[in-house]
């Protein structure tokens, strides 16, 4: 009896690990590459990374809400650029415009794009990628007729609208607030458990009365808010809107969520596992950096990412197939 419940005690100790692989990864990553450019395990320059990693942080979570759903967000990235460019040319533009409320105006246009995204794919019954490479052909668009080409600096900006974004206390509390929120949301909350019911198994979520038409829409509707909220914050951190913002966001965003814990299968893993994978990525763009890599170069990296994480996905899956069938 003893021997049976240690074996099962064992099991489980396995599950949690396999399901929370990313602190593990990023901590056993971090070491190895510190050994070999050991200004990386400065504390200093930990906390710089982390600071650097919030905005994408944000990009993240939103593709994160919708991979438990089991869907996938390919406008991620021009909802970001698309929110902070609509953003900057109306506080240039109207420099009498309230700047407490300026703040809002990134996440309320990242809302309408993600809402824009949830009516056709949940009212319309429309497949999510298809929706969504057509969004963000169109939002990326958007984005370079708003600028007009042109790069928004930050002298045109209020300097309160950048403070999320350019003050590391501010931006690495905020980010941690809005994860834990957002975590709540998904875990404790009856829309929240109904998204994971939906990732899980959609036809089976209908049959208990899951309305999958409500669910899709307020999950592109969250990820278009947390979009939005990237937008804000790289807008801080960049102190400028520059026309290329949100160019390369899909990526990261889709490997460091799959990465941090999400699977491609849907109704399972935990937002706040998605800082372990946001920090895996900064850590591996900051020891890129130091040794000067070109960001074209850089490119070929995340794209060996996103294999990386999809075999990650597919071991992690096999694994918790196997410990499951001891119990």
Known sequence: ???????????????????????????????????????????????????????????????A?????????????SIVGLSAAVAGVILMDYPGFPAELSFFLPIVVGMLCGMF??????????????????????????????????????????EIYMLPGSDIGMSMLSFAIFLIIIWFFLRHTKPGIHIYGLGGNPDAAA???????????????LSGVFAGLSGLYYTGFNRSVPVTLGN???FPSFAAAVI????????????????????????VEAFLVTFAISPEARIVGYGILVLIAVVVNQARESMRDSLLRRL
């Open 117 to 158: 995204n949830g009516f056709f794919i949940g009212y319309l019954k429309l497949n999510p990628f298809v929706v969504t490479l057509a969004t963000m052909m169109a939002f990326q668009g958007l984005k370079i007729i708003v600028l007009r080409g042109f790069t928004i600096p930050g002298s045109y900006l209020p």
């Open 260 to 283: 941090g814990g999400i699977p491609l299968q849907g109704g399972r893993g935990s937002v706040l596992n998605v800082a372990g994978g946001a920090l895996l990525l900064g850590i």
């Open 207 to 221: 049959m208990m009365g899951i309305d999958p038409r409500k669910m899709y829409f307020i999950v592109f509707t």
């Open 65 to 77: 809400i919708c991979l438990i759903a089991r869907a996938l967000d390919l406008s991620v990235g």
């Open 1 to 63: 009896m003893v021997k049976a419940n240690f074996s099962q005690l064992k099991t489980q100790v396995a599950l949690f690990f396999i399901e929370n692989t990313a602190w593990p990864l990023f901590i056993m990553i971090y070491f190895v590459l510190g050994l070999i450019r050991p200004v990386l395990l400065s504390f200093e320059f930990m906390k710089y990374v982390i600071y650097v990693t919030v905005p994408l942080g944000f990009a993240i979570t939103a593709q």
């Open 248 to 250: 390369q966001i899909l």
